[in-house]
């Protein structure tokens, strides 16, 4: 008893904070919840960033939604996105059943259900809010990253971009860029030479091949009008509460290379919109990266290094950024250390592999009197939780072991005519679902060429017709200069004379008059 009295002030010093908070859950010691030991997360640090780890099965997702339904009561907006597609429900109340009365008889409180406001997204044909950008709008740094180029290819994007910005060359879409590339490639390719530098035509080819193969995993849904605006994200509900965007990209698991460029256009287009703004009481924005290995698994060095570099300086913005994943190893040491909040449910360990990331696992978190960490690690059971946060202070929180609290709204996918009348009933959706073809670098330069084309064609045509006049004029030139056709002249014009004087009896030999007598 005096242990667990121990624990329970032990917990209470450190989950103590002066600004808003919210109850995550209750600390546990020996397997058994300790009565009083809440544990809060202050929403002064959730822009410090976060992870949510945990073996398939362990409650990932349902901690996702309790964090974000404290989130969105606090005014906070939050962005998630949905991958396994189980997320939706949060737009819909949740029932009560016997696990959870069970569940808060240990952890103290009462449970009630609520719905929240939800707003659907999309990348792909999915029910929601069509998410785009431009490729203007993604510039030509990120384009390169995202391609995988080397330097001198992603130099001679970089000129491109420059070409179209002097030429008034739209750059909207995948299609924009493709035509240019074959443009700069062959008819253009003096042009640009003259003004921008040589061009390799082994490196347009290099480059086309990889916007292709970014087309064939979806960019050119992205890619396009009418382009996101990120202060949609950002809303407040009528009702005060924060709005919960979720993104449902349930069908692009296996076009990794569109997940990426989605998320890193996003998080570059919240950097460079949102003003500095320092430490602030809580978040402008939360973002939830569901199954945050299908980021990382298929990035290069350089995009890698561009996501760290974002997340080190995006925290400034008001904004926090929290990874979903089986394993924290599958988070980048670099990434893993930027973030302030973990929340590491059971592992398994099943090879020495398993046993192995274990003791790496629990070396992350902070030293405990009171825990073996490896040992918990897998043995916590669902619905439960080692948790560590920042204070107010920027310190640590002790280590607990925590059974968490249940989310108030569904724990459950709405159905097809729920989400049919949610999205129906969605302002976003009539602002961004409308397709607009506005005219852009692929019009202009097919214009541009089609005008070369006729010009040439005429050019090529106007020295046949000279030729064809020269000599039929030569021709007639000919005939009529020859003594032959000068002598053929003269008897025609002779005959025709004659003819006309005989035909009005002046002309020709004088007749003999014939006598009758």
Known sequence: MANQEAFSEYIKNGYTFKGEHFKLGCAMLNGEVVTGADVMLPL???????????????????????????LSDASVPVMLMDIKGDLSGIAAAGAS??????????????????????????????????????????????????????????????????????????????????????????????????????????????????????????????FGE?????????????????????????????????????????????????????????????????????????????????????????????????????????????????????VQHALRAFTANDRK?????????PLSDFYKTDELLTQIGIGEALVTCLSEKGTPTPLAATMLVSPRSRMDILNPEELDQLVSSSKLVKKYNTEIDTESAYEILNAKLEEAAERTKAEEEAPAKKSRAKEEKGLLETIMTSSAARQAGRTAANVITRSLLGALGLGGRSKKKTSWF
């Open 357 to 365: 990331a274990i003791k790496q696992t629990a070396e992350n978190y």
């Open 44 to 70: 002064k640090t959730l822009n410090r960033h976060g992870l949510i780890a945990g073996a398939t099965g362990t409650g990932k997702t349902k901690t996702l939604q309790v964090i974000a339904e404290g």
């Open 226 to 342: 009418k382009s996101f605006e990120v202060d949609d994200l950002m809303h407040i509900g009528d009702d005060g509460r924060g709005k919960i965007s979720i993104v449902r990209v349930t069908d692009i698991q296996d076009r990794p290379k569109l997940f990426s460029t989605f998320m890193l256009s996003l998080l570059a287009e919240l950097y460079a919109t949102l003003p500095e703004e320092g430490d602030m009481d809580k978040p402008k924005l939360v973002m939830f990266i569901d199954e945050a290995h299908l980021i990382f698994q298929e990035a290069s060095d350089a995009l890698l290094q561009q996501i760290e570099t974002i997340i080190k300086l995006i925290r400034s913005k008001g904004v926090g950024i929290f990874f979903c994943t089986q394993n924290p190893m599958d988070v980048p040491a670099s990434v893993l250390g930027q973030l302030g909040l973990k």
């Open 97 to 222: 059943n016997a696990k959870i009365e069970e569940r808060y008889t240990k952890i103290g409180g009462t449970w009630s259900p609520a719905a929240y406001p939800v707003e659907l997204l999309s990348l792909s044909q999915e029910k929601g809010v069509r998410l785009r950008a431009t490729v203007t709008e993604f510039g030509p740094v990120l384009l390169s990253k995202i391609l995988e180029l080397n330097d001198t290819q992603a130099g001679l994007v970089a000129m491109i971009f420059k070409y179209c910005d002097d030429h008034k060359l739209p750059l909207l879409d995948l299609k924009d860029f493709k035509k240019v590339l074959q443009f700069v490639s062959d008819e253009g390719k003096k042009e640009l030479e003259k003004d921008y530098g040589k061009i390799s035509t082994t490196s347009t080819g290099t480059i086309l091949r990889k916007v292709i193969e970014l087309e064939q995993q979806g960019g050119a849904l992205f």
